[in-house]
C-alpha cells in the first residue's frame, strides 16, 4: 500500500512539477509566454475585484505572478511527493488562485470553441482541486502514530 501511495503522489505531483519546469525554462526576461497570456486576464480579474469591492487593486507585474505560480507549483510538487500537508496547501492556494483568472469561461460566447477549451481545462484544475481537498482529509483522519508503551516488567525477588 505504502509503495502505491507514493507512485500515485509521484505521477500526480508530475503534472504540477512539469508545467512549473516549463515555465521555468520559458521564463527569460519579460515572463515568458505565461506571462503574455495572463496580462490581459489579470486585468480583467483585477478590475472586477476593484469594482466588486470599491477599492484600488495596485499595480501588479507580470513577471511576479508568474514567479509566484511557478514556485507554488514547484516547492508544493516537490514536497506534495513526499505526503507532506503543507505541499498539498500550497498546491491548493495555486489552483484556488489561478484556476478562475486562467480559465475565464464565463467571458465568453458559448457558441464559440474557445468557449468549450476554457471549460474543460476549468472542469480538470477543479478536479484537481477536489483531489487536493480529498488528499488533505485523509491525512487529517488517519490517527498518527503513537509510541506503544511498554507493559511494565515484573520484578522477581
Known amino acids: ?31 515568458g509566454p505565461a506571462a503574455k497570456e495572463i496580462k490581459p486576464k489579470l486585468k480583467v480579474a483585477l478590475l472586477h475585484i476593484s469594482s466588486k469591492f470599491g477599492i484600488a487593486t495596485p499595480e501588479v507585474d507580470n513577471k511576479h505572478v508568474v514567479a509566484t505560480i511557478t514556485a507554488l507549483k514547484g516547492l508544493g510538487g516537490l514536497l506534495f511527493v513526499f505526503g507532506s500537508s503543507f505541499g498539498a496547501y500550497l498546491l491548493l492556494l495555486q489552483l484556488a488562485i489561478t484556476t478562475p483568472i486562467l480559465y475565464d469561461f464565463y467571458n465568453y460566447d458559448p457558441t464559440k470553441p474557445k468557449f468549450e477549451t476554457l471549460l474543460t481545462d476549468f472542469a480538470q484544475n477543479m478536479a484537481l482541486f477536489g483531489a487536493m481537498l480529498f488528499f488533505i482529509g485523509m491525512k487529517n483522519s488517519m490517527p498518527r502514530r503513537q509510541l506503544k508503551k511498554k507493559a511494565p516488567k515484573a520484578k522477581t525477588t
Open 1 to 31: 500500500m505504502g509503495f502505491f501511495s507514493f507512485l500515485g503522489r509521484v505521477l500526480f505531483a508530475a503534472f504540477f512539477l512539469l508545467s512549473a519546469w516549463q515555465t521555468y525554462n520559458d521564463f527569460g526576461v519579460d515572463g
